[in-house]
């Protein structure tokens, strides 16, 4: 199917490893010019020289998302570049998850930093851009404890059903300027934080994988690419009516909609 990216700007927050990178692949295999930022500059490197020889067209830009200016540098970066931008993916984070009394304020002004406040930040500098061309897409990562938190969830839980109110709301104010705003809600999916997970379980990665996906209906821990491809149809024409939505991708393990 085409989905009509060819030619259009994305941005990738968090784009060297996991999700970030397989959608920043995705895009640019389908023809987007992509910019990709993170704070490690070696992954970024590898990462950008990756996207280069599958024939894509890329920029990479070191920035730590919790720091303002920082992010305001990768957007003057992307427009000095291309002079557009069309798609924005909010994909910065990490899982952050400890008893309710073990969490300081530190930890949690940290997690708010890097889920919620850059995904501010980025898409309130984004939009101006987006309208004056007509339109465009933000994709928000959140993930399925934001709908259905447990415990020991926190901080992330409480961040994330944060990020799923932000994206309702604001795909409301930003509808006029057809401007459509979704968020995909993971669930266990393969990414670099499970690496050290093993280790720190003293299990391999198969093992830690394996036992992950026990009671996922599935059967399995989802793979990146798999995220990817639901973000490339949310950031495509397919998706022209498709607007404050959420979509789980978890294998079928959360009990909500």
């Not at 259009?8 to 389908?30: D, F, H, M, N, W």
């Not at 970024?44 to 730590?64: F, H, R, W, Y």
């Not at 339109?135 to 990020?163: C, D, E």
């Not at 995220?227 to 607007?243: Q, W």
Request: proline share 3%; net charge positive; aromatic share 2%.
């Amino acid at each position: 199917m085409e989905l009509g990216l060819k030619g259009k700007v994305a941005a990738i927050s968090g784009a060297t490893q996991g999700i970030g990178k397989a959608t920043a692949l995705r895009l640019a295999l389908e023809g987007a010019k992509v910019a990709i930022c993170a704070r490690n500059v070696q992954r970024l490197e590898e990462t950008v020289a990756e996207i280069k020889a599958a024939g894509g067209d890329v920029i990479g830009i070191q920035a730590d998302v919790t720091q303002a200016p920082a992010i305001e540098h990768f957007v003057q970066a992307i427009i000095e570049q291309w002079g557009r931008l069309d798609i924005l993916v909010n994909n910065a984070g990490t899982s952050a998850a400890a008893p309710f009394l073990k969490i300081d304020d530190a930890g949690w002004q940290d997690d708010m930093n890097l889920k919620l406040l850059a995904t501010i930040r980025l898409s309130r500098l984004a939009i101006p851009h987006m309208k004056k061309q007509g339109g465009g897409r933000i994709i928000n990562l959140t993930a399925i404890a934001g709908k259905q938190p447990g415990a020991n969830s926190m901080p992330s839980s409480v961040t994330r059903a944060a990020g799923l109110a932000l994206t309702k709301a604001l795909s409301k104010d930003v509808a006029p300027d057809n401007i459509l705003v979704n968020t995909v809600c993971v669930g266990r999916i393969k990414a670099g934080q499970h690496v050290q997970h093993a280790a720190r379980l003293g299990k391999t990665l198969e093992q830690h994988y394996a036992d992950a996906g026990k009671g996922i209906p599935l059967g399995r821990v989802g793979e990146a690419e798999e995220v990817a491809n639901v973000i490339a149809f949310l950031a495509s024409d397919a998706a022209s009516y498709v607007t404050g939505t959420s979509i789980n991708l978890d294998g079928g393990i959360s009990g909500v909609l």
